[in-house]
């Protein structure tokens, strides 16, 4: 779909529509620096098998062009879903890929992850004709690697209404998405009680990932409110993927 000042593109309409749907929906993120392309491959297969709506890939770490690029062809060799890349910097963008999380890190501290990182990216985007989706990405309590990378002050786990302002702010600079995350492989999840509050008050869809590793975790974070659940630890365990992912999902619709 051609994207105008009214219109969305294909992608964002597929997680949309999925949304409208199932109430919420689950996204499978891979690191390209921790999988290997026959690995990203099956792994995104088994997760499109177990009911995922789309395939992330990035990471804090990502520093090879070369190396997303080869992760995200074999992805797309064996899935029919959306691959959406989730950059932490410049290099985290693939031409091999449907569409970009065009993300501002809103609680850094450094204006490169706010705009300066973007407006080095926007060309290749256009050049390579992703698909953007406007993100305002929010770090949560000890944010880990992507904390430190991104050089963000992370909003405190139990400040709620400190989340729900920078979500507001998101949608008032006319962001599609807001994403509250806690971290890979983080200790704690973002707190029920804080997306109730957010939710209380933006109608952007809210995105949530970092620290969830069971269903029962998933459950709450889509009941008080999320829309999108991103996992990315859950795929790095040994065991039947597609059975995990499958549980994960059914545990999150709301429908």
Same mark, same amino acid.
């Given at each position: 779909?051609?994207?105008? #000042?009214?219109? +969305?593109?294909?992608?964002?309409?597929?997680?949309?529509?999925? +949304?409208?749907?199932?109430?919420?929906?689950?996204?499978?993120?891979?690191? @390209?620096?921790?999988?290997?392309?026959?690995?990203?491959? %099956?792994?995104?297969?088994?997760?499109?098998?177990?009911?995922?709506?789309?395939?992330? =890939?990035?990471?804090?770490?990502?520093? /090879? /062009?070369?190396?997303?690029?080869?992760?995200?062809?074999?992805?797309?060799?064996?899935?029919?879903? @959306?691959?959406?890349?989730? @950059?932490?910097?410049?290099?985290?963008?693939?031409?091999?890929?449907?569409? !970009?999380? #065009?993300?501002?890190?809103?609680?850094?501290?450094? $204006? %490169?992850?706010?705009?300066?990182?973007?407006?080095?990216?926007? $060309?290749?985007?256009?050049?390579?004709?992703?698909?953007?989706? @406007?993100? &305002?990405? +929010? *770090? =949560?309590?000890?944010?880990?690697?992507? /904390?430190? !990378? &991104?050089?963000?002050?992370?909003?405190?786990?139990?400040?709620?209404?400190?989340?729900?302002?920078? =979500?507001?702010?998101?949608?008032?600079?006319?962001?599609?998405?807001?994403?509250?995350?806690?971290?890979?492989?983080?200790?704690?999840?973002?707190?029920?009680?804080? !997306?109730?509050?957010?939710?209380? *008050?933006?109608? !952007?869809?809210?995105? *949530?990932?970092?620290? +969830?590793?069971?269903?029962?975790?998933?459950?709450?974070?889509?009941?008080?409110?999320?829309? *999108?659940?991103?996992?990315?630890?859950?795929?790095?365990?040994?065991?039947?993927?597609?059975?995990?992912?499958?549980?994960?999902?059914?545990?999150?619709?709301?429908?």
């Amino acid at each position: 779909m051609k994207k105008g #000042f009214d219109m +969305i593109g294909r992608v964002e309409k597929h997680l949309l529509d999925k +949304i409208k749907t199932d109430g919420a929906i689950h996204i499978t993120l891979l690191d @390209p620096e921790k999988v290997t392309p026959n690995v990203a491959s %099956y792994t995104a297969h088994e997760a499109e098998a177990g009911g995922s709506t789309a395939i992330m =890939v990035g990471g804090s770490t990502v520093t /090879s /062009s070369t190396r997303l690029d080869h992760v995200v062809k074999a992805i797309k060799k064996t899935t029919k879903i @959306p691959v959406i890349l989730f @950059p932490n910097n410049i290099t985290g963008i693939s031409r091999y890929a449907d569409a !970009i999380w #065009f993300m501002s890190l809103l609680n850094s501290a450094d $204006p %490169y992850f706010i705009t300066g990182a973007q407006v080095l990216g926007a $060309p290749l985007v256009k050049r390579f004709g992703l698909e953007a989706i @406007p993100l &305002g990405y +929010i *770090i =949560v309590g000890e944010g880990e690697s992507a /904390s430190v !990378i &991104g050089r963000a002050c992370p909003i405190p786990y139990d400040k709620h209404e400190l989340a729900a302002a920078h =979500v507001l702010t998101a949608q008032y600079l006319g962001m599609h998405f807001a994403y509250l995350e806690a971290g890979s492989g983080a200790k704690k999840t973002v707190r029920p009680e804080m !997306i109730r509050v957010v939710k209380g *008050i933006v109608q !952007i869809p809210l995105i *949530i990932g970092g620290g +969830i590793k069971t269903g029962l975790q998933a459950r709450e974070i889509a009941k008080a409110g999320a829309d *999108i659940v991103v996992t990315g630890t859950l795929t790095e365990k040994r065991g039947n993927l597609k059975e995990k992912i499958s549980s994960m999902v059914a545990s999150i619709k709301k429908r």
